[in-house]
């Protein structure tokens, strides 16, 4: 059994814009589609589709979804010319086929774009050819998707000893580690999204800690923080806790918060705190250090 039978990670879609005319049939069945098989991607046309909506609105939908866009220009179709632009308006990767270079608009010809000619080993030609361009297309399209939300997100934590927001850098490489003032009791953090993007759900937050044992959790469920393993023993803050909050996709341009409460701080002692989010695929950490100006329960 080989590693693409073992895999359970979608296939990569192309979708393929072209006139629906039989001329183009095994253009597409032995041509574009193959190519897509060999490169582990799997290839369709509207017309193969079932949908409620109507057929431009689902043109749409699909060109968004789609990992590249198989375009032949052939003949100059209409309607393969506007969803054409229409799918390089929203910045897709777009794979142009033509059988005669003039077909190419003049504005187009600086695009990827393959000429297959028109004689009997045209369907070979533009399989050979477009097989890895495909290739090309789908990893850069993988590149392109793979977000680095620590652009993208803040964090904001309030220092309870003057109530004002202070934010606190990830990883801090090349700013000081903030050092916030606490009265006890709890942490007020703040998760801004400063993008024009959807941030996905974050399901899966942890406090790391250097500070002696102590009882954490959530004001807002009452659930303690569980005590996790930290196999990096030599961190700076190797005490680990799961945050027991779920904090929904966050839209464009907003924010949303969540408290941590503790029992245990030590008076007049800096300690140091990590705080790590997990996005997507990947996770990012967001150090900090408090100073405690008062004794919270022990």
């Not at 072209?18 to 290839?43: L, Q, S």
């Not at 375009?71 to 005669?100: C, S, W």
């Not at 399989?127 to 850069?140: D, G, M, V, Y």
């Not at 090349?174 to 959807?198: C, D, M, T, W």
Request: hydrophobic share 35%; glycine share 4%; charged share 25%.
């Amino acid at each position: 059994m080989n590693d693409e039978t073992l895999s359970t990670a979608p296939k990569p879609f192309v979708f393929v814009l072209m006139p629906f005319n039989e001329d183009f049939d095994d253009i597409y069945k032995i041509g574009i589609k193959e190519a897509a098989k060999e490169v582990g991607a799997y290839a369709e046309r509207v017309d193969e589709q079932i949908f409620n909506e109507g057929i431009l609105e689902r043109i749409f939908n699909q060109i968004s979804k789609a990992d590249v866009i198989v375009a032949d220009m052939t003949g100059r179709n209409p309607n393969v010319f506007y969803e054409v632009g229409y799918a390089h308006a929203l910045r897709k990767i777009v794979l142009l086929l033509t059988q005669k270079a003039d077909d190419i608009p003049f504005d187009l010809k600086h695009k990827q774009h393959i000429i297959y000619g028109n004689g009997g080993s045209k369907i070979q030609s533009l399989r050979s050819e477009l097989t890895p361009r495909l290739n090309w297309a789908i990893s850069e399209s993988r590149r392109k998707r793979e977000v680095d939300y620590s652009k993208i997100i803040s964090i904001f934590i309030i220092d309870t000893s003057n109530f004002k927001l202070t934010e606190i850098p990830e990883n801090c490489l090349s700013k000081p580690i903030p050092v916030i003032g606490s009265l006890g009791y709890r942490f007020n953090f703040q998760l801004h999204n400063n993008s024009l993007q959807e941030i996905p759900s974050i399901t899966h937050m942890y406090l790391f800690t250097d500070s002696h044992d102590f009882e954490p959790g959530s004001l807002a469920t009452h659930e303690k923080l569980k005590r996790v393993y930290n196999p990096n023993i030599s961190d700076k803050t190797p005490k680990k806790y799961r945050i027991p909050t779920i904090i929904p996709s966050i839209p464009a341009d907003a924010v949303e918060t969540f408290d941590v409460y503790f029992k245990g701080l030590t008076m007049n002692n800096i300690e140091n705190y990590k705080l790590r989010i997990h996005v997507s695929n990947n996770y990012y950490d967001f150090p900090f250090q408090v100073f405690c100006y008062t004794n919270t329960i022990k």
